[in-house]
């Protein structure tokens, strides 16, 4: 399972699913012009960092950048725009949640969820959306052989 095939299935077990979108900045800008419900996106190109053990084992360290939006207007006012930062900043932490609770068959799949950073942002692309961008680093379990 790639990580943004996880990504997607976390986003999927959300309640009042959002659509779930991952690609470049300008892949984004498309895709969200027809969305009107709350989206999720994955920022890409996904990057990690790797730690090789001595067993063989590759530890995969995703630094992900993920946005969480609801559809604002451009003439909302700060008190306007701040309920939907809130309400996005929940559904921030439920994905967080979901994601170490994410288990397939019983098997855990993430080992460690580290470097978690918020930012605020309002009338983001040309359809104004307004949330959280999060900033976080996950480490997947590698069920891979390494022997």
Not at 12 to 18: E, F, H, K, R
Not at 123 to 130: A, E
Request: proline share 4%; aromatic share 10%; glycine share 4%.
């Amino acid at each position: 399972m790639t990580i943004q095939d996880l990504i997607g299935a976390v986003v999927a077990l959300m309640d009042d699913t959002p659509t779930f979108i991952h690609g470049n900045k300008g892949w984004q800008n498309l895709e969200v012009d027809e969305i009107k419900d709350d989206v999720v996106i994955l920022d890409e190109p996904v990057t990690s960092n790797d730690d090789y053990r001595k067993s063989g084992l590759l530890e995969e360290n995703y630094t992900l950048i993920i946005y969480f939006f609801t559809k604002s207007e451009l003439d909302y006012t700060p008190a306007q725009h701040k309920p939907l930062i809130e309400a996005m900043r929940t559904r921030r932490r439920d994905f967080i949640n979901r994601l170490s609770d994410y288990s397939i068959d019983g098997q855990k799949q993430i080992r460690a969820i580290s470097g978690i950073r918020t930012v605020d942002l309002i009338n983001v692309f040309d359809v104004n959306y307004t949330g959280v961008m999060l900033s976080i680093t996950i480490t997947p379990f590698n069920f891979l052989p390494h022997c």
